[in-house]
Every structure is written in C-alpha cells, then in structure tokens.
C-alpha cells in the first residue's frame, strides 16, 4: 500500500489517500505543538514512538471490544486506517483534576476525582477548542441524534476503564486524556485519530514524574526519553 496524495495535515500527524478509496495511509510526524500551536518545537522519533504506543493500545481495545479505525501498522511511522468522518468533538476523560479543570474550576492540581469526568470540547482551532454541552452538540448539528453523544459517553467511559487497570499494572497514572470518534461508510462509530501521550497525562506511580506532553508544555526535559519509557512499560508482560 503506496501514500498517493495528501489528504489533510494536522498538528501532529498527515493523512494521504491510497489505492483502497475506504483506505487512509495515516502518518505520525515529529512536531510538538501546545497552547493551539502558539508553542512549537520538533523531536526526532516522536512520532514513531506515538505510531508504535497507539498501536499497541487500540490493539488492545480492540481486544476488549472497542471498534477502531486502524487497519494494520505499516512501518515505525505509518498506521492504515479505515476512512471516517471525523465527528468533530474531542472527548476528554478525566481521573484527576490538572490542567484546564483545575484553571477552569479551582480544583486542586492532583486532585483524585470521586467519579470519572466526561466532557465535550468542539474540535475548531479558531475557536480553541471550548468545552460544551450536549445541546451546543445539537444546535450546531455534531451528531445526527442526541443518542450518539451518550454513545461517545460509554465508549469514553470503557476505554478509561480497560486503559487505567493496564496503565496501573505498569505503575502509571493515567490522569486524563482525549479520545475523537469518526463514523465509517456504513454509519459505524470507530475510535479513531491515536492514544498516545501527546492525547494522554501519565504520571509516575512512584516519582510523580510527567510521562506525557505537559514535559513539553512546561519545560521539564526530554519528550522522547518519556515516551521511550512509555514504550517499554506498555511492551512489558503483567
């Protein structure tokens, strides 16, 4: 399977038709990007490593019944996908208060949540991304029926579930991330885009160490020797 024309680029990965039309050839580039772009920066093998992570990981859910996009790995960079349109909400789920929540809410950072938080953002750049509600979903037509937005909810909900047990066994706190959703040529909700830690917050069980973007985001050292550690944990036999 031959990458013939580009499709679409984003932050952090480049989309190229090939020969199956319900086919994508999806790359993962090198490019750090935070605050909407306003911060930028570049580390060699970062997009190999999320390839390799995010495979591993909806490898897994695909296991535990979580429908996906990905087809088949092609080589360290490049994943083939099944061709969805993206519906454009970016579903975080959160165990820990940091970040945004935290800004937003006055929640302590680190702050072990007494449920798991699900919440919608719309996925418009222009607009940095704000959160909504389910009726902003509906007025601004995101989904076809009010339905599929509790649809998102429990696949959201199951994905923490299987990803927080398998991150614990490898002494790692998953702390929140962010999961998109595309519905394929017959109408099917597919997990889709990537699960790696520039969409996921990791924290060290033991350290507190970062294991995620935010090494970027607040300076804190080397994003490649975290996600490398990443790597190894997810690779190794619990």
Partial sequence: MEKRELLYEGKAKKL?????????????????????????????????????????????????????????????????????????????VRNTATGSLSKRLGIKDGLELPFVLVEFYLKDDDLNDPIICDDHCMLLNLVQKRDELEILRQKAKKINSVLKDFFAKRRLNLIDFKVEFGKDKDGNILLSDEISPDSCRFWDMDSGEKMDKDRFRQNLGSVKVAYEEVLKRILEEK
């Fill in 16 to 92: 190229y038709t090939c020969d199956d039309d319900n086919l994508l050839i999806s790359e993962f580039k090198d490019d750090l990007t935070a605050f909407n772009a306003q911060k930028k920066g570049l580390e060699s093998g970062k997009g190999a490593l999320n390839c390799q992570i995010s495979t591993h990981l909806f490898d897994l859910l695909e296991k535990e019944g979580i429908a996906t996009h990905l087809v088949e790995t092609l080589d360290q960079n490049h994943q083939l996908v099944k061709k969805v349109d993206i519906i454009p909400i970016e579903v975080v």
